[in-house]
């Protein structure tokens, strides 16, 4: 509701004596309507030159105009024949009463360069000319219409702007994810998953196949600097069969481009001293950066690479780091982004755009300018978490990590429920999403793009490999198990590729 002042009712009172031809004192006055005809016509003009009913019409102008600038029709149809046929665009209508019972109503329509008449009695005045106050501010009167429909035109973008902004948030991250499989351009994946099985079988029956003629690189993925069991267990079973491995020291939180320059040194440097290939596996993030090193590198290390494996890599992107930090999702609501700045940045003392690079916006941009090399033997790894509510509420799968308390030099050790707090993520992109994942990745953005895919069925959620050597179930195999079946398998897909070459060749 619009509280009118003094100011309105002097206006209404001063519309109705121009409408009777009167003045206070009795004595004619021009009326405040008028018209005329032909095309030299002046359109009628209110009193602009007093100053209240200046003030008035200023203000119901800006109040119609913003009121009407929320529909998407500004048509308004009149009663006479000459009257206009719509008030559309940058046109301003100010309707008031007049005569003495002050029912019949009288529009003035103020359009530049256009004709305008009136309706009702107004007519009985259309022959009258409008006073030469009312003409001499006809440029006032236009720039106040002016003003008042930006303020409309200003709100309506306003209303559109938390529009857009709300659909935005509702979406999330819903059109991204399997962009990868959408895009055309992106070569087919092959599905390895019974090989797998028949691999991983065949190793708890004790039969290993993997070759000594190679070195294996591990490549650990976000804050597994502070994870102490991370890859451990699966660099100390390489090493009991006779094989040479290692996991990289990277700076996991440091960002993908720079942890490819360290990665591709680990690289030279390991072909170097041994004079053997490198074969690489990394584990979310970790694999994003070791394909990063091969996409960046690759002239210099086509030579040196034998393949790779991504075990559960957000190769396309990750919708708990696009919906953290992309500007209008949910995380804006309650400082997620603030919040993840100051664990990276202050507590592990990190670069929040080791988070920002597996956001959609950022793997669409560096996977257009540097893509995996095609000829590039590749094994992707994805699973998906159990929902249960057992596992919601059960402790049993936790990670032990170590935090750095503030001089550096000692480190707090922590435990955290992480298999708890995959399930929970993963029924988050269940419910809003009605995608699969581990609790961070979906299932088709691991997916690696011409890669041999194993889709296992058993539940692994993301943080699998951390807390993996503390397995409650031995016949279930255990990380360094799986990833001995995967790069395997690599090994396997790496020997196809060579005997495709040499037929091409021959």
Same mark, same amino acid.
């Given at each position: 509701?619009?509280?009118?002042?003094?100011?309105?009712?002097?206006?209404?009172?001063?519309?109705?004596?121009?409408?009777?031809?009167?003045?206070?004192?009795?004595?004619?006055?021009?009326?405040?309507?008028?018209?005329?005809?032909?095309?030299?016509?002046?359109?009628?003009?209110?009193?602009?030159?007093?100053?209240?009913?200046?003030?008035?019409?200023?203000?119901?102008?800006?109040?119609?105009?913003?009121?009407?600038?929320?529909?998407?029709? !500004?048509?308004?149809?009149?009663?006479?024949? $000459?009257?206009?046929?719509?008030?559309?665009?940058?046109?301003?209508?100010?309707?008031?009463?007049?005569?003495?019972?002050?029912?019949?109503?009288?529009?003035?329509?103020?359009?530049?360069?256009?004709?305008?008449?009136?309706?009702?009695?107004?007519?009985?005045?259309?022959?009258?000319?409008?006073?030469?106050?009312?003409?001499?501010?006809?440029?006032?009167?236009?720039?106040?219409?002016?003003?008042?429909?930006?303020?409309?035109?200003?709100?309506?973008?306003?209303?559109?702007?938390?529009?857009?902004?709300?659909?935005?948030?509702?979406?999330?991250?819903?059109?991204?994810?399997?962009?990868?499989?959408?895009?055309?351009?992106?070569?087919?994946?092959? $599905?390895?998953?019974?090989?797998?099985?028949?691999?991983?079988?065949?190793?708890?029956?004790?039969?290993?196949?993997?070759?000594?003629?190679?070195?294996?690189?591990?490549?650990?993925?976000?804050?597994?600097?502070?994870?102490?069991?991370?890859?451990?267990?699966?660099?100390?079973?390489?090493?009991?069969?006779?094989?040479?491995?290692?996991?990289?020291?990277?700076?996991?939180?440091?960002?993908?481009?720079?942890?490819?320059?360290?990665?591709?040194?680990?690289?030279?440097?390991?072909?170097?001293?041994?004079?053997?290939?490198?074969?690489?596996?990394?584990?979310?993030?970790?694999?994003?950066?070791?394909?990063?090193?091969?996409?960046?590198?690759?002239?210099?290390?086509?030579?040196?690479?034998?393949?790779?494996?991504?075990?559960?890599?957000?190769?396309?992107?990750?919708?708990?780091?696009?919906?953290?930090?992309?500007?209008?999702?949910?995380?804006? !609501?309650?400082?997620?982004?603030?919040?993840?700045?100051?664990?990276?940045?202050?507590?592990?003392?990190?670069?929040?755009?080791?988070?920002?690079?597996?956001?959609?916006?950022?793997?669409?941009?560096?996977?257009?300018?540097?893509?995996?090399?095609?000829?590039?033997?590749?094994?992707?790894?994805?699973?998906?978490?159990?929902?249960?509510?057992?596992?919601?509420?059960?402790?049993?799968?936790?990670?032990?990590?170590?935090?750095?308390?503030?001089?550096?030099?000692?480190?707090?050790?922590?435990?955290?429920?992480?298999?708890?707090?995959?399930?929970?993520?993963?029924?988050?992109?269940?419910?809003? !999403?009605?995608?699969?994942?581990?609790?961070?990745?979906?299932?088709?953005?691991?997916?690696?793009?011409?890669?041999?895919?194993?889709?296992?069925?058993?539940?692994?959620?993301?943080?699998?490999?951390?807390?993996?050597?503390?397995?409650?179930?031995?016949?279930?195999?255990?990380?360094?198990?799986?990833?001995?079946?995967?790069?395997?398998?690599?090994?396997?897909?790496?020997?196809?590729?060579?005997?495709?070459?040499?037929?091409?060749?021959?």
């Amino acid at each position: 509701m619009f509280r009118f002042d003094p100011t309105f009712l002097k206006l209404q009172k001063l519309i109705r004596m121009g409408e009777a031809g009167q003045s206070r004192d009795g004595e004619s006055v021009a009326p405040l309507v008028g018209g005329g005809t032909g095309d030299n016509a002046v359109a009628p003009q209110v009193f602009n030159s007093l100053p209240a009913l200046n003030e008035a019409a200023s203000y119901i102008t800006q109040a119609t105009s913003y009121l009407g600038s929320c529909f998407s029709d !500004y048509s308004v149809e009149y009663g006479g024949k $000459d009257a206009c046929n719509s008030i559309s665009h940058p046109h301003e209508l100010i309707r008031s009463t007049s005569g003495v019972d002050g029912n019949s109503p009288v529009s003035v329509c103020i359009s530049p360069g256009e004709r305008c008449s009136t309706s009702s009695e107004a007519s009985t005045s259309a022959a009258n000319s409008p006073s030469r106050e009312s003409i001499e501010s006809l440029p006032q009167a236009t720039n106040a219409i002016v003003t008042s429909n930006r303020l409309g035109l200003n709100g309506v973008s306003m209303f559109q702007g938390l529009i857009e902004r709300a659909r935005r948030t509702v979406r999330g991250s819903a059109d991204d994810i399997g962009w990868l499989q959408r895009d055309p351009e992106m070569p087919p994946v092959e $599905d390895g998953t019974d090989r797998f099985n028949n691999i991983l079988d065949e190793i708890g029956h004790g039969v290993h196949r993997l070759p000594n003629t190679v070195v294996y690189l591990l490549v650990p993925g976000l804050f597994s600097n502070h994870g102490p069991l991370y890859f451990v267990d699966t660099k100390t079973k390489f090493s009991k069969m006779g094989l040479a491995c290692h996991i990289a020291k990277i700076h996991s939180e440091s960002s993908v481009e720079k942890n490819a320059r360290e990665i591709k040194e680990y690289i030279e440097e390991l072909c170097w001293g041994s004079n053997k290939r490198v074969l690489l596996l990394g584990h979310s993030k970790g694999g994003i950066d070791a394909a990063a090193a091969l996409s960046l590198y690759w002239p210099e290390l086509k030579d040196k690479v034998a393949g790779l494996v991504l075990a559960q890599s957000p190769y396309g992107g990750s919708p708990i780091a696009t919906d953290i930090l992309r500007e209008g999702q949910l995380g804006d !609501y309650v400082n997620l982004r603030k919040m993840m700045e100051i664990l990276i940045s202050k507590v592990i003392k990190g670069d929040i755009q080791a988070l920002e690079d597996l956001t959609y916006e950022r793997r669409k941009e560096f996977l257009k300018n540097h893509p995996l090399p095609r000829e590039l033997p590749s094994v992707s790894f994805r699973t998906e978490a159990s929902i249960s509510p057992a596992v919601l509420a059960t402790l049993s799968h936790v990670a032990h990590a170590e935090l750095p308390l503030t001089n550096q030099a000692t480190k707090l050790p922590v435990v955290m429920p992480l298999g708890a707090a995959m399930a929970a993520c993963a029924q988050l992109l269940q419910v809003r !999403y009605g995608e699969k994942s581990d609790g961070l990745v979906t299932c088709c953005d691991a997916e690696v793009p011409g890669s041999v895919v194993v889709r296992p069925k058993r539940k692994l959620d993301h943080a699998w490999m951390v807390y993996s050597s503390l397995n409650e179930v031995p016949l279930e195999a255990d990380a360094a198990q799986v990833c001995e079946a995967l790069l395997t398998l690599l090994v396997q897909v790496e020997e196809e590729k060579q005997r495709k070459l040499s037929t091409k060749i021959d």
